[in-house]
Antibody, heavy 130, light 110 residues
């Protein structure tokens, strides 16, 4: 069974740091793009960051650039989100997701970042408050 | 305000058809695949449509997706009470180099 399990969510003070983890199972982890998405209280879904199969290509939403870092450890089938300089507006439910796969290997290597999220975890809560 | 525009709400009686629109631009919907998700807050979003109109395994054929130019739509036919949820379109934007979600549409079954 394909599964993603997030962990690491907590209550943290403004300016603090937190590292989220996402443990993957049931699929060949190092073949897929991976993504973090969040939902703030009362708001819609917001894409945060994604990372390619070997971790060499990453993209971020503007509001987290310079503060958040997405990474992965393919030997541990795990995705991470290091969050620094946290702000109240980072308070949200954070989901990790596995990318959709389409086309040939060469197509996926070139355009995988444009394929959406196919499998989602249950999420973990981050609260930034003093 | 989202770059992708969805109506905030839609409703219909059981058995009716509801259509949710998603308006974007040439840098996003116009040139890339659109995905649709069903979501109840606090739970894992459920993919409903991949690559404009492909249903993932397990999604009933009451759900259908389409794309034309810089807009996309999701139709739900034979509306059922369990369809009450928030629905989001999502697409990559070539100009911003980010993924975009629409603002979400809350579907109510009357």
């Amino acid at each position: 069974e394909v599964q993603l399990v997030e962990s690491g969510g907590a209550l943290v003070q403004p300016g603090g740091s937190l590292r989220l983890s996402c443990a993957a199972s049931g699929f060949i982890f190092n073949k897929y793009w991976m993504t973090w998405v969040r939902q703030a209280p009362g708001k819609g879904l917001e894409w945060v960051a994604n990372i390619n199969e070997d971790g060499s290509e990453k993209y971020y939403v503007d509001s987290v650039k310079g503060r958040f870092t997405v990474s992965r450890d393919n030997t541990k089938n795990s995705l991470y989100l290091q969050m620094n300089s946290l702000r109240a507006e980072d308070t949200a439910f954070y989901y990790c997701a596995r990318g959709d796969y389409f086309g040939s290997e060469s197509y996926y290597r070139r355009w995988g970042h444009k394929l959406g999220m196919a499998v989602w975890g249950q999420g973990t809560t981050v609260t930034v408050s003093s | 305000q989202s770059v992708l525009t969805q109506p905030p709400s839609a409703s219909g009686a059981p058995g009716q058809r509801v259509t949710i629109s998603c308006f974007g631009s040439s840098s996003n919907i116009g040139g890339n695949f659109v995905y649709w998700y069903q979501h109840l807050p606090g739970t894992a979003p459920k993919p409903l449509m991949y690559r404009n109109s492909q249903r993932p395994s397990g999604v009933p054929d009451r759900f259908s997706g389409s794309k034309s130019g810089s807009s996309a739509s999701l139709a739900i036919s034979g509306l059922r009470s369990e369809d009450e949820a928030d629905y989001y379109c999502a697409v990559w934007d070539d100009s911003l180099s980010t993924w975009l979600f629409g603002g979400g549409t809350k579907v109510t079954v009357l």
